[in-house]
């Protein structure tokens, strides 16, 4: 192993304390986000850690920046071990109230920047038999209510990745998958929902959240070094999952009931 990493939306959030856990075993790590003043800071907060590297700014919803940063990873690094596509936006909002724009904009970056990422990258992975890490959400895996732009393009994430597991299994390339929950983090700032109200409702469900991005950013670095392909960083997460595979029915009239909630205090 040559230890190389590639993160985007490493300017903050997890993103940030994934190039933090990584950059402490001494990696070297090449950063992406589009907040260039948030890369800088991880980047200083890398090397602090023990790491280092370079960053480069780069919109995954541009498959061009995201090419040159590969090529950037071969010139300056010599390849790239592992790839972690975690840039992501929230967003929110109840069906009939969501626009298409809401829709293109949420899939050209939480689906298809992964897409793109998983295209741009894969060769170098060939070369060094390494590493695919994408990051979903438990919404991919729970849907929860007013966020149907979010959970489709999270749960394509997932179909991404459980179809390139079986597809790169036998040229050595290993994918991992990670649903966190809702967690602490900056997610809120990239938020675009109708109405005051939702975001507020969002913002609670951050805030209860008892672990923090570092802690599940330490969880992946384990999980990944056991091998496990799908990642549910959140013990409540696991527990929502083991039921929904059980009784989907339980999970489904439960989501139904949070979202006429949700409806009246909207109203």
Known sequence: MHNRIMITGAGSGLGREMALRWAREGWRLAL????QAGLEETLRLVREAGGDGFIQRCDVRDYSQLTALAQACEERLGGIDVVVNNAGVAAGGFFSELSLEDWDWQLSINLMGVVKGC????????KSQGRLINIASMAAL?????MSNYNVAKAGVVALSESL???????????????PS???TNLLDSFRGPTPAMKAQVGKLLESSPISAGEIADYIFQ???AEEFM??????????????????QAIYDEMARMAARMRSKNS
Do not use: T, Y
């Open 223 to 225: 999980q990944v070094a």
């Open 32 to 35: 992406s986000d589009v907040n």
């Open 182 to 184: 809702f967690f602490q």
């Open 231 to 248: 990642i549910l960083p959140h013990e409540q997460g696991r527990m929502a999952w083991a039921i929904k595979r059980q009784q989907p």
């Open 119 to 126: 295209k741009a990258f894969l060769p170098l992975l060939l």
């Open 165 to 179: 597991l079986v597809e790169l299994r036998d040229q050595q390339v290993k994918v991992h998958v990670v649903c």
């Open 142 to 146: 729970m849907q929860g209510p007013a």
